[in-house]
């Protein structure tokens, strides 16, 4: 009986372990055999994992695209930047901070649970009003949203410091501390998905009539994924800026948007397998195309790529994808270890257990 | 048990009901036929929840449903099996069937509920964890009823059971439609074109055409069929709608 317990535990766990191992092993490999350049790049494609595998949490989940996750980064990443950047800076510029914001420095954990805890409270109220919106209208609110948060940011002079930088955050954010919390992030997506709220979000997905025949309420379970993705995706905004030092409106923006959808599409739209292969494949794919651009000397001359080439690149890679493989590299379905199979009998020692379990 | 007066309900500008009455007694079997584009399943759409009516009301054991949303009223204990075999394609069979508990947040009964189930359809046990979009039509149309008796309704709507399956599985979809009547004591309302299959199977029938009743009767009152397929076919569309004394 509990070896039936057992099983399905690791039937389920297994999987998600060897994708931890592999991140980790990734992260190992570059982060001490690779020259420090390396060990930024791979930070950084760590922090977007955790960003991508937030959005998957909703998007993956619901089927409802949202081009609106960035700005939940966005407000996540100026939490920080408020809580851990240089006193003396902040009462100079950012004179409109609330005196707790501006006389103190926070450590680098208050920053990040702030932000995170932050930019969920935004998804919670702003879900609530537009998830009760069908899907494509859903989506085309969240891009709305984005851009009423830039607008915010980009004018809020006293709070923000307007489009220029908020400089002096403490750059404390290397390859382990972003591995550690991308882990985190994987492993919360994973369990959201497995859960009784990621079935029922993904029961409305497949079928929305008879979701609700079944007394699903769309609307709740997706705001409980919108909530969640916001928390993680500003964990990854929190990170970001206390990996980069500055804070910027811009960076929050159109191009990340881009770049963070493009790569749940290319991996995966439907499992968290999807998002992490896809940020791996993308960052391997730009980071090729700006070597291109930088120039390989051939004999005598130096052969380079117009600058810009990466974006084209990238925009015909995820359209080839949306061509062929319209569900992703991994085709959307999550890793599976041979072995351990899909077995078709698995039913009966359950039904056994629960007999028994009727009988005693 | 469950009463609706004047119901009508337009898509647009196209009406879809117009004034239908009908009731289902605790424990009944009853089938509504008629053809395509009756309004046959807009009607279980309403009481559903799934379409909001322009008027009419569409009360279950005295509560007004109208203007409820789906899932409470699913909560009620009505489970409706929409037309199409609506399963949820990238969930396994064994995450379809316990969606429902999930929802009502009941799920004492949930193990005990899957296991009866699993005996009246054997097939759901064999692809018990594979994706439901990879069954078979019959085994998917098993899955959806299967699935909406989980959440242990009392009144369960099935829209076109038949609808594009061989006439042996249909057989059993409504042999195992009775057999958990009996054994749970479900009222069936049951939404039909062919009216031969419904004669055996229902108490009662209603004829619906172009949104309106055209007939109702006891079962056993219209064996010979001839008034239904009038009734069916239009032949007394001028007439007043024609009603057997013995439903009333």
């Given at each position: 009986?509990?070896?039936?317990a057992?099983r399905?535990f ?7 372990l060897?994708?931890?191992?592999g991140?980790t092993a ?8 690779g ?17 991508v ?16 996750h ?15 950047c ?10 409109g ?8 420095q ?5 920053a ?15 879900g609530?009003?537009?998830?009760r919106l069908s899907?494509?209208a859903?989506?085309i609110?969240t ?9 915010v940011?980009s ?17 404390v ?5 972003a ?23 993904r029961?409305?997905?497949?079928d929305?009539?008879?979701s609700?025949a079944s007394?699903?309420?769309?609307v709740?379970?997706r705001?409980?994924?919108f ?7 500003g ?19 159109l ?8 790569m ?9 397998t999807?998002a ?15 070597f ?8 005598d001359?130096?052969?380079a790529?117009p ?16 061509i062929?493989r ?9 890793l ?25 | 048990?469950?009463?609706?007066e ?7 500008g ?17 089938c509504?036929?008629?053809p ?19 008027r009419g009301r569409?009360?279950?054991d ?13 909560r009620l ?7 199409g ?6 969930l ?10 999930y929802?009502?947040?009941?799920r004492?009964y949930a ?6 189930l699993l ?9 018990w ?16 009823i ?8 009392r009144l369960v ?6 609808l ?5 599985i ?5 042999a195992?439609?009775l ?5 749970r ?7 039909e ?10 108490e009662?029938?209603?004829?619906l055409?172009n ?9 056993a009152?219209?064996?010979d069929?001839?008034?239904i ?20």
């Open positions: 009986m509990t070896d039936t057992q399905r690791l039937r389920a766990a297994l999987p998600v060897a994708l931890l191992l991140v990734i992260t190992a490999l570059v982060a001490l055999l020259n420090d350049e390396m060990a930024l790049t791979v930070t950084e494609a760590l922090v977007r994992l955790i960003v595998v937030g959005l998957s949490v909703f998007i993956g989940n619901s089927g409802v695209v949202s081009f609106g960035i700005g939940f980064m966005c407000i996540a990443a100026y939490a920080a930047a408020w809580a851990t240089n006193p003396m800076w902040k009462q100079l510029m950012l004179t901070l609330p005196v707790f914001l501006q006389q103190a926070y450590p680098f954990w208050v990040v649970a702030g932000g995170a805890v932050l930019a969920a409270a935004v998804a919670l109220v702003f609530a009003v537009i998830l899907g494509i859903a989506s609110a891009f709305a949203f984005l851009a009423i948060v830039n607008n940011y004018n809020w002079d006293s709070v923000t410091a307007g489009v220029s930088s908020i400089i002096g955050i403490p750059t954010v290397g390859p382990w501390t591995l550690a919390f991308a882990l985190g992030a994987i492993v919360l997506a994973f369990w959201f998905k497995g859960s009784r709220f990621g079935l029922m979000l029961a409305t997905r497949d929305p009539v008879a609700r007394g699903v309420s769309i709740r379970v705001l409980a994924a909530v969640l993705s916001a928390f993680i995706v964990i990854g905004g929190t990170l970001y800026v206390q990996f980069l030092g500055v804070a910027t409106v811009d960076m929050f923006y191009q990340l948007t881009f770049i963070t959808l493009a749940l599409i290319i991996g995966g739209m439907g499992s968290v999807g992490i292969v896809g940020v791996f494949a993308v960052t391997v794919f730009v980071e090729f195309f700006r291109l651009e930088s120039g390989v000397p051939m004999g001359l130096v052969l790529l600058e810009g080439s990466q974006e084209i690149a990238l925009g015909i890679g995820m359209a080839l994808i949306l062929f319209p569900k992703g590299l991994t085709g959307s379905r999550e599976k270890l041979p072995g351990l199979g899909s077995s078709r009998r698995a039913m009966a020692p359950a039904l056994t257990t629960t007999e028994a379990a009727a009988r005693s | 048990m469950l009463e609706v004047d119901l009508a309900v337009s898509y647009g196209t009406t879809a009901l117009a004034g239908v009455a009908i009731s289902v007694k605790e424990r009944e079997a009853v509504v036929v008629g395509n584009g009756a309004g046959k399943s807009t009607l279980l759409a309403a009481i559903a929840g799934g379409v909001p009516p322009k569409i009360r279950f005295g509560k007004e449903l109208v203007g409820m949303r789906a899932e409470n009223i699913a204990g009505i489970s409706l099996v929409p037309e075999r609506h399963v949820f394609g990238t396994t069979v064994e995450e379809n069937l316990f969606i429902g508990t929802a009502t947040s009941d004492r193990q005990s509920d899957a296991e009866q005996g009246y359809f054997p097939r759901l046990k064999e692809r964890r594979q994706p439901a979009g990879r069954l078979s039509g019959g085994e998917q149309q098993m899955l959806v299967a699935r909406a008796l989980m959440t242990r309704p709507m099935v829209d076109e059971p038949s594009g399956l061989a006439p042996k249909v057989d059993t979809i409504y195992t439609l057999a958990l009547r009996a054994e004591g479900l009222t069936l309302l049951v939404n074109q062919s009216s031969d299959r419904m004669l055996k199977f229902s009662r029938i209603y004829v055409r949104g309106r009743i055209l007939l109702h009767g006891n079962t009152d219209l064996q069929g001839e008034a397929t009038r009734a069916y076919f239009g032949f007394d569309e001028h007439h007043a709608p024609a009603t057997s004394e013995a439903a009333a």
